[in-house]
């Protein structure tokens, strides 16, 4: 049974969800650049399976069912700081991150500012520089949001044909379905603008934390959102992070036994030496 959980913060309304119990130990998931909360479904229950741990799932701002903040108020840092405040309102010093995408990112930059409260960090197919054409392939992306449609059902409908997930299973129905008429454009815009402000290798030596980068070997518009080249200097900056390579791309990641698989064994990892 799932529960859904609005969190107050300085920033604005945050959405979330919480799989297992409120007394578990704590993973936050954090999604990526237009995603929302229900990126998470799949994974959540393999990752709870026979384990003592709540996972939360988040909206960021201007995402699903949280608030719509004014253009300025985003940025990558400023969700890291919504993460981490969102830990302490759920009662958690210390907790798991699990980010997907542009969550990954912000993982990193919350395991920076904070290093003491991120127990592990799993990052799912990102960890700085981007093969341009996969950056083309997000920003294109984000055109779905213009589009006009009657209901979610006709929303869907209009996706589908034009996304580049298969299967376009009953997964992606929900999750599509749970962004219509609420994710910000705007929003997700200024966060895409933001990634480019980061020197991404020079805040890898923090990730002294179990890590683990889950990297997709299936490529995205014809490049790599982890390019072979990022995953190696990550590794070699940071000698601790596991790299697990796995046969899905950026989206059938999340729908991957294997790629939870990874997650599960840095989880468990980080509750081995904690």
């Not at 913060?9 to 704590?26: F, K, N, Y």
């Not at 980010?99 to 290093?115: H, V």
């Not at 409260?117 to 799993?122: M, P």
């Amino acid at each position: 049974m799932n529960e859904e959980l609005d969190l107050r913060l300085a920033s604005g309304r945050v959405r979330a969800q919480r799989s297992g119990a409120a007394d578990a130990p704590l993973v936050l998931a954090v999604h990526g650049l237009s995603a929302n909360l229900h990126a998470f479904d799949f994974l959540a229950a393999r990752l709870l399976a026979g384990r003592e741990r709540q996972l939360v799932a988040l909206d960021l701002r201007g995402r699903g069912a949280s608030d719509v903040t004014p253009p300025g108020t985003y940025g990558l840092e400023a969700h890291a700081r919504d993460v981490l405040e969102a830990a302490t309102l759920l009662g958690a010093e210390r907790f798991d991150w699990i980010g997907w995408s542009m969550g990954a990112l912000i993982g990193i930059l919350a395991a920076n500012a904070a290093p003491e409260r991120v127990r592990s960090l799993g990052l799912i197919d990102h960890a700085g520089a981007m093969d341009p054409a996969a950056v083309d392939a997000v920003l294109a992306g984000l055109n779905r949001l213009d589009f006009e449609a009657a209901d979610a059902g006709a929303y869907v409908d209009r996706i589908r044909p034009l996304s580049p997930i298969s299967p376009f299973t009953e997964f992606w129905e929900t999750y599509y379905a749970y962004e219509f008429g609420r994710t910000s454009k705007t929003a997700c815009r200024e966060d895409f603008d933001d990634v480019e402000h980061h020197d991404w290798p020079a805040l890898w030596p923090a990730l002294t934390m179990p890590t683990t980068l889950v990297r997709c070997t299936v490529p995205l518009n014809g490049g790599f959102v982890v390019p072979k080249r990022v995953a190696s200097a990550l590794h070699e900056t940071a000698p601790g992070v596991t790299v697990t390579e796995i046969r899905a791309d950026h989206f059938t990641v999340m729908t991957d036994a294997n790629a939870a698989a990874a997650l599960g064994a840095g989880l468990d990892q980080a509750r081995a030496y904690a």
